[in-house]
């Protein structure tokens, strides 16, 4: 690969990643003003837009991508839909009860739990390094989240369950992936998010995600702009586009970054402190995650794909 294409894509993806990491804080500050399945079903529908709306742009890739949406496509897009719905929905809830931090290093464990998923769901023998990234990361997590002691808080777990549909995710995508257009398989998914949000507003909140007057406050709508456009839409456009550019155990290094960024960001913006069990839970879950991605022989790197907030 040429050096300076890397260096570029490398770049490039360590600002996505920058965008994930700091954004915990944003959605957290959100929840005053909206419940967890407005703000991701708007969110959602608008990304999904957006992408619908460059695909059209760019109308030859747009003949394309609308061509090949059809029902097999619809039903395996719909499944992994359904699985970032239940994660995002339970990441965005989890913030109601957990620092931003601890959301995002928990979050990050998705990362350790896919090689074990992938195991038992696509019999995929995991590496050494994988394996041993398990108990590392289970011990940091239990420091983490527990502070030394068995109490955890009900937001860790919550977010959890995140780190898990976020794993099965990544699963079913890989399993799907080589059958269809990634854009139109994309946009299906974003599709499936937001009206899933939208359906269970109904039910559970009363049908407070279609209140328009909650959205058209300035900052509330800044905000969702930004996470839709930014941290969802354009994130996913050039994760496309640069993945290309550089060896997949790049990729994966540097979206271990992500809890990093919103570390700093807690203790920058919202004066987290980080006692001594914080600090080692979350540097074993990071050589956890280190582990889950380095590969056996670096010549050979191995395919990497995550989904972020």
Known sequence: MN???????????????????????????ILDKLTPLTFNAWRFLIAALFLLLWQYVRRKKSAHTLKNINWPLIGSGTLLGGFL????????????????????????LSVVLVPIFSAFLL?????????????????????????????????????????VTFALHIVFTAKVTERYDSYALT???????????????????????????????????????????????????????????????????IYIMEPVFAAWTSILFQNAQFGTHEIAGSLLILIGMLLAEWPENLRKPKQSQEYRT
């Open 187 to 253: 946009i299906v998914q974003l599709f499936t998010v937001s009206c899933l949000a939208f359906a269970f507003s109904l039910f559970l909140e009363g049908g407070n995600a279609f209140a328009i007057q909650q959205i058209v406050q300035l900052d509330v709508l800044v905000i969702i702009l930004f996470m839709a456009l930014f941290a969802t839409a354009l994130a996913f456009l050039l994760q496309t586009a640069l993945q290309k550019d550089t060896p997949a155990t790049h990729v994966g290094i």
């Open 85 to 108: 719905f239940a994660g995002y929905v339970c990441q965005t809830i989890a913030l109601l009860y957990t620092s931003a931090s601890n959301a995002a290093f928990i979050t990050g």
């Open 3 to 29: 050096r300076k294409r890397v260096l570029i894509a490398d770049s490039a993806l360590l600002g996505i990643t920058f965008v994930w990491g700091t954004t915990f804080i944003v959605v957290q500050n």
């Open 123 to 163: 019999h995929q023998t995991p590496r050494r390094t994988a394996l041993l990234s398990v108990p590392l990361a289970a011990v940091g997590l239990f420091f983490l989240t527990t502070h030394g002691s068995f109490v955890l808080n009900k937001g860790d777990l919550i977010v959890l369950v995140s780190s």
